[in-house]
């Protein structure tokens, strides 16, 4: 069934969608482009690229490949430091492109928005690997992973039905990750200083 979507609705839309790329952006855009090829979202035509098959195969090929390369305890550092420069300018490039109908300037507004909800999701996806990485075994790391390709697919889903929603879901998201940040940054400074207390101490005692 063909539904159509106002201008707020394809804003909130676009939040949600940034903020599932900035989790997971090959998952983002294969499920946004299948829901399109099957005809439960209409596609502005300025979007259509995402529905095109070549473009669903490409990212369902690159969806694969993190499938596993972010499931590898140290590797999954490597591979999602990397995808800043892929998770960031899709989802700025998208929220670009859904709001052609807007002036330049909210244009380029939308763009900067969705753009910062992507760095903001994948900073804090950064900000709690690095923190279970380190754990010896693996499970957690491997969970952890599922959550977070089950939360891209599920949040574009649930954008398309239900904008607003998924959009509110997305403001909680965020101050949940402004709350994580803030305790990373407390324990790396507590790291640091208790480092520094130790070097100061042994100085001390060698003089």
Known sequence: MQVSFSGNEIIAMVIAASFAA????YAMLATLGLLGQAGVI???????????????????TLFVIEFFADKIPGFDLIWNALQTFVRVPVAALLGYQASAQLSPHAQLLMSLVAGGVALAAHGGKM??????????EPLSNIGLSF???????????????????????????????VFVLRLVVRAMRKLFTGAMQRIEGLDQTAS
């Open 42 to 60: 209409p596609i502005p035509s300025n979007l259509q690229i995402v529905e095109n098959w070549w473009v669903i195969g490409a990212a369902i």
């Open 147 to 177: 959550v977070e390709d089950a939360l891209a697919i599920g949040l574009t889903w649930f954008a398309t039905a239900h904008p607003f929603s998924a959009a509110a879901v997305v403001a909680a998201l965020l101050l949940a990750i």
């Open 22 to 25: 900035g989790i997971n952006v």
């Open 127 to 136: 900000a709690v690997r690095t923190a279970v990485t380190p754990s010896p």
